[in-house]
């Protein structure tokens, strides 16, 4: 059953007796109920994944489940497939030994499996004590479904641990869903989770929740075992990269093997919420330490013994003062990718560094991102969108308008340099913390018109962008790019366009500051300004080129010169490209491209119309004589003098631009008698 929230709320029970405001449900049997008469919605597709069930230590098995497709979302642009991670926790039960295992997240209705199945095979099913949810959303509901029916079946209760947040979700949908309430009421004990909820294992050993909530995820929790000193870090510390089959579950290689996925997750997923990082971070205090060898039966005479004295060193140190205590790390156990063993302290301070400077960011330059998201798809714009401003050097304030409140809404459009908000579309109207929050933007903003834009999705016809964009062009808020709308969940060419979208507000942005902070001595020319470094980096030229590049339905193309041949055999070349360009995100390792390389004479008309400002997604090959590459897709300008089919084989991240180093695979001269287009400049500042 889906969900549809309308534009009001009502009180209603959370599992636990209390009562709560919530967003009031009205049963659908389906999505389509939102389409004109006879249009379906498309199919969701699934991927297939290779299972594997691995020990990480002997408490504590991985279920691994490795898809090696390409999914559409921006996070997973490295097109390196992922992992989809459970973990199956072994207690020392005495009471009942029958019951001994907790499994900690559910999977994903995107892939081909069924958890219950699964552990059926395995042969532990009948074991489940508790589930522990770390991150919830629709597509994850089915799995815990599948797992209550066979609670049901044994007429059995489990034990179900969430944050209040994910509660709020799952009452909604057992509201939709009377199999789901039915299972939910009759079958499971839900746990809200606190900073001071635990799970005991036996022997004294724990399972501590950690919320580290942030605005894409505002149920996340994460969870540590004091038993094997393991952190289960849900979203945090993940990384989109398959691992092949039989292979180890651990980080073997190292930062230098894994960082770069490591990173790139953070870019997409939790860089335009460095605050609450950063607070997220600061629970998760780590303390490197090395594996537990332990006897369980000796750990089990010793627990009375641990207790006391825990309890002596509270009356003589102090109880808990709220400073989290460092928490004791073997090893990180997320959601995607490997278990982290051997850069534990190291992905640590990584993500403290990228966050600082992601804070520092915010601090100099922001758009605010403000959106509210009723099937997940308006948020993945949002995220797509986050990804281009901060690609683009611009800070990222996002506030989730379902868990914030209008003096956030104002604190942060008070502070930004700009702003885009989204909605979905329900009932053909926007929901009320949307048409809240663009109340507060437009009161605020009314001195200070700050570029803007805005964001949608829908399942007809998408009314509430069209509020948004008339009520904010009323206003006379400019526009940075032209209103998206999304119809249903948002391919590669629609995320594509989301990023580039938000590249073109950044610049805006950078522009306007540019323009307010320019003295007097800049009207001097550029050359009359520059250093001597930068008057003789200028010296340095390269052959005028087009790089062009297609992945599935998204692609794009740039003006590129700083490009050079960087080896014999195998014959490969070094490119550049600046962070902010819309290509990059088609540049992964990997990844595929043509290098046109102009002709001499017949260069200023190409460049004249990729020099044009294209909106985001517009057809940047229009008006050129152009061809498909047989092998990559990519446009290959026919009235070029030669080109280049070449793959992406490393990726060096250089300041402002990534160096890409590629082997060429086939290539072709096009014109034998004219000579390849130079591009000369004046100074080393700017192409």
């Not at 289960?232 to 230098?256: L, R, Y």
């Not at 520059?530 to 003006?559: F, P, W, Y």
């Amino acid at each position: 059953m889906a969900l549809i929230c309308r534009n009001r709320f009502s009180k209603s029970r959370n599992f636990n007796g209390t009562r709560s405001l919530q967003c009031a449900a009205v049963q659908q049997s389906d999505v389509a109920s939102q389409l004109p008469p006879g249009e379906k919605p498309p199919p969701k597709k699934t991927y297939p994944v290779h299972l594997e069930s691995i020990p990480v230590t002997a408490n504590v098995d991985l279920l691994r489940a490795t898809c090696t497709e390409r999914l559409p979302e921006i996070q997973f642009g490295q097109k390196k497939g992922t992992t989809t991670n459970s973990y199956l926790v072994k207690t020392q039960q005495v009471l009942n030994p029958n019951k001994d295992r907790i499994l900690i997240d559910l999977p994903s209705a995107a892939y081909e499996y069924d958890i219950t199945e699964w552990l059926r095979d395995l042969g532990v099913l009948d074991s489940l004590d508790a589930v522990v949810i770390t991150r919830l959303n629709p597509e994850r509901i089915p799995a815990l479904v599948s797992v209550l029916r066979h609670i049901a079946s044994k007429n059995e209760k489990i034990r179900v641990y969430l944050s209040k947040v994910a509660g709020q979700l799952l009452q909604d949908r057992c509201n939709a869903d009377e199999e789901l309430k039915s299972l939910v009421d009759g079958h499971a004990t839900i746990t809200f989770v606190t900073g001071s909820t635990t799970i005991g294992l036996g022997g004294g050993e724990v399972l501590k929740f950690v919320p580290i909530p942030t605005p894409r995820w505002p149920d996340l929790v994460a969870v540590h075992s004091s038993m094997d000193q393991i952190l289960f870090s849900s979203s945090f510390f993940a990384a989109h990269e398959a691992a092949e089959p039989g292979s180890s579950p651990f980080d073997d290689g190292g930062w230098g093997e894994h960082g770069d996925s490591v990173k790139y997750y953070f870019d997409c997923m939790l860089a335009p919420a460095a605050r609450q990082v950063s607070r997220a971070l600061d629970k998760l205090k780590i303390n490197e330490v090395s594996p537990r060898v332990g006897n369980p039966a000796m750990d089990a005479m010793l627990a009375p013994l641990k207790s006391f004295l825990n309890e002596v060193n509270d009356a003589v140190m102090g109880a808990d003062d709220g400073i989290p205590e460092p928490l004791a790390v073997s090893y990180i156990c997320p959601i995607h990718g490997p278990v982290i063993r051997s850069s534990v302290m190291q992905v640590w301070m990584r993500y403290k560094e990228w966050t600082k400077e992601q804070i520092d960011l915010v601090d100099s330059s922001s758009v605010a991102v403000l959106y509210a998201s009723a099937y997940g798809n308006t948020a993945a714009l949002a995220q797509a969108i986050s990804r281009g401003i901060t690609k683009a050097g611009v800070g990222v304030n996002t506030l989730n308008l379902e868990q914030c409140g209008a003096d956030e809404v104002e604190e942060a459009i008070s502070k930004s340099d700009g702003f885009v908000i989204g909605s979905p579309t329900l009932g053909g109207h926007m929901p009320t913390q949307v048409q809240t929050a663009l109340g507060t933007v437009m009161r605020v903003g009314a001195t200070n018109k700050i570029p803007c834009g805005v964001f949608g999705s829908f399942g007809w016809s998408g009314e509430a962008v069209d509020m948004m964009e008339g009520k904010l062009k009323d206003a006379a808020f400019p526009f940075a790019f032209p209103s998206i709308r999304c119809k249903f969940k948002p391919t590669e060419a629609m995320l594509q366009i989301c990023e580039q979208s938000g590249t073109d507000l950044a610049q805006t942005v950078k522009k306007n500051i540019r323009i307010r902070e320019k003295a007097a001595a800049q009207k001097l020319s550029v050359a009359e300004n520059a250093s001597g470094t930068l008057l003789a980096t200028g010296r340095i030229i390269g052959s005028l080129s087009v790089l062009t590049a297609k992945d599935g339905d998204a692609e794009s193309g740039m003006l590129a010169s700083w490009v050079s041949q960087a080896s014999f055999d195998p014959p490969g070349l070094t490119v550049a490209v600046k962070k902010d360009r819309a290509i990059e995100s088609l540049l992964p390792i990997g990844g595929k491209f043509v290098l046109n390389v102009l002709a001499e004479g017949r260069d200023r008309p190409i460049m004249r119309e990729m020099v044009k400002q294209f909106a985001p997604g517009e057809d940047r090959f229009a008006n050129l004589n152009t061809e498909r590459s047989e092998s990559s897709g990519a446009i290959i300008l026919t009235d070029a003098a030669s080109y280049l089919e070449c793959e992406v084989s490393q990726r060096m991240e250089t300041g402002d631009h990534w160096l890409l180093y590629a082997t060429v695979q086939d290539g072709k001269v096009l014109d034998e008698t004219t000579p390849a287009a130079v591009h000369f400049r004046k100074v080393g500042s700017n192409y």
